[in-house]
């Protein structure tokens, strides 16, 4: 199953290739091109950044950090790792919240650590903890698929700390196992909401950059609208009819929404035309764009590339950023500096200074990238990959001020 992905999971051809095309290009032309091409390299190298690999075996043994100095207590055999107390050890509704976090963002993107075949390793402790620090921050999460048991630990963990949460579930499937991982991953949905019912799923999400995947891999590149996107897009409406008819027939109390999550320029539109809502990434970091342009990037980019777009649609999928943020460092030097500005702690807080609130008051839905820095992507694909965390690995805050906005 992992075949198919050599070529998106070794990031280094694209990052090259997608840059210099890039820079000639914008050498060459104006202000509406130069969007387009950024939106390639966006989607290009974000695959990689957002990339949650399948049959991706990654040890804590492996982690390479230099600045996470409590890593060692996320190896806790509870998998909780101390960084919330509970006033009643046997009750996780009962945590102790932190004055330093704020409910302030419309929603974050979340993988439980552990979460990738075959080893998994996750664990209901864990997930709860995850829970009690992103319910202080938001209301709204989003998975990224559902191997290794994550839906159910999530829906689990929301039931036990008690908080107000809803979650977008989601499937990560590939153009070429002949629906295998689809399959495994609905019937794990399935599982989980005859258990938990929908009351906290705000949706079910089917694809993560799968037509970045497809037209990337295996049409040579063509444009994600084109005859040959097409015939890529078919095999992911494939999946999303299954998801309609099989999460439709359930009997549930409400029947979930359905969508699809692509990188930023790669929606189709007969795959728009068939879900309730897009998510969308897009990353001024892997565009070059200077931390000071960063939160005004991703709204114009955003609303031109994705919103109006849906808009003409008679369907009028509703479009959410799906990813979006800044990375504090890179493991190796060469990658610290993607352009005009560094990967910091200090350029986090720049961003969120001028995103998070200014995307609240102007109504955009996002999913702020992300909860905590993540070890498995710094083991696998090293530079920025695993230091975009709000969190350290170990669940501490970064050097970092929340913005103080309240939202539901
Ligand atoms: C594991 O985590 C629990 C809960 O936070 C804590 O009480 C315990 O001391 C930790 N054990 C180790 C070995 O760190
Ligand atoms: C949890 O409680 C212990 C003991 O009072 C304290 O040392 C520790 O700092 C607390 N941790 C957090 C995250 O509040
Ligand atoms: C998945 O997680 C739920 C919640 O912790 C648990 O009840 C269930 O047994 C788990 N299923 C598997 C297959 O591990
Ligand atoms: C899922 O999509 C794949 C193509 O990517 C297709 O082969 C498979 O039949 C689909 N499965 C279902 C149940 O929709
Ligand atoms: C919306 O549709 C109109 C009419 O077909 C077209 O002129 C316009 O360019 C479209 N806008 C976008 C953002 O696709
Ligand atoms: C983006 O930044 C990288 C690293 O600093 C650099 O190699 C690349 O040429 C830059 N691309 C553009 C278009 O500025
Ligand atoms: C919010 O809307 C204003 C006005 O349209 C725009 O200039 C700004 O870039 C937007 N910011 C965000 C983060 O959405
Ligand atoms: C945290 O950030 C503040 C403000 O940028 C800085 O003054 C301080 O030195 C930082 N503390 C640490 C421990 O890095």
Redesign the pocket.
Known sequence: MSSGYANVENGAPYRENS??Y??EQ?EKKGRKSKYIVIGS?VALVVLIAAGIAIGVTVSKNHHNSSSSSAIASSSNSTGKTGAVNETNPNDPSSFVKNDALKHSFYGLAYTPEGSQLPACGNSLAAVIEDIQLMSQLTSRIRLYGADCNQSALVLEAIKQTKVNMGVYLGIYNVPTDAGAAYVRQRDTIVDALKTYGTDHVLGITVGNEFMLNYVTNYAGGADVNSAAGNVGAQLLITNITDAKSTFGGLGLSTTPTIGTADAGSYFNTQVLEQVDYGMSNVHPWFA?VSIDQAAGWTAEFFQQTNVDVANNLTNKPKMFIAETGWPTKSSDAG?A???PSLASVDNLQKFMDTFVCQANQNGTGYFYFEYFDETWKDAQFGGVEGWWGLFNADKTLKNVTIPDCHID
């Open positions: 840059s210099s890039w820079l914008q390299l070059n990658n500096n993607n352009g």
